[in-house]
């Protein structure tokens, strides 16, 4: 087995050396002999058959272009070295692809409508309560005034009109059903149908 390794050893040293040299088909080796543990490592990465041949092309550019200046220090260890850069690139192009759909996701997040009113539409909505007020007050019979702005303008609950009032649950929900009715008539007949 130690024969094995230092052939091996040598061998990869070797190879380094060629690619140092410029030797192209050097390059072209170690594409072929790492190409499918590469992509493997980045696909367990990545998760995506199309983005594991992209980042595999730059993995081996870098690999390539440190072998070239001399960064692979110890030859013999380049089968370490192309696992290392191939996984540190499929890192990277997650971090890289994650910033971006944070910064997307951010960007996006001013489209988002703020849920509070507008102030105009607070505006148009204390002008429709003002005509709301005043229609109601301009209906002939006290007790649907009176029904009508405790249910639905003080939002007071239906039982205490009731005790207040005298009345059941049933004979509540008649007359508020005809105060609305005169109500909405009026409306009509003043502002017109919305």
């Known amino acids: 087995m130690n024969v094995v390794s230092v052939s091996n050893e040598t061998e990869l040293t070797e190879l380094v050396k060629r690619i140092i040299a410029g030797d192209s088909a050097a390059e072209e080796e170690v594409v072929r002999r790492y190409n499918q543990g590469v992509a493997i490592i980045i696909d367990q990465i990545v998760r995506s058959r199309s983005v594991t041949e992209d980042v595999s092309q730059d993995t ?3 690999v390539l272009a440190k072998v070239r200046r001399g960064d692979l220090r110890e030859p013999e260890r380049l089968s370490g070295f192309v ?22 996701a951010i960007g996006n ?26 229609l109601i007050n301009e209906l ?16 007071e609950e239906k039982d205490k009109i009731c005790a207040d009032l ?10 508020i059903s ?10 009509v007949r003043k502002i017109g149908e919305s």
């Open 60 to 62: 081996f550019k870098i």
């Open 83 to 104: 696992c290392s850069v191939a996984r540190n690139t499929a890192l990277d192009y997650v971090r890289r692809t994650r910033h971006l759909k944070n910064q997307e």
């Open 109 to 134: 997040a001013e489209q988002i409508p703020d849920p509070a009113p507008s102030q105009l539409d607070q505006v148009l909505r204390q002008e429709r309560a003002k005509v709301v007020r005043q």
């Open 140 to 155: 002939k019979q006290k007790r649907d005034r009176d029904l009508l702005l405790r249910y639905y303008v003080a939002e």
């Open 166 to 175: 005298g009345l059941t649950r049933a004979q509540f929900n008649n007359v």
């Open 178 to 187: 005809r105060a609305t009715a005169r109500f909405k008539e009026l409306y």
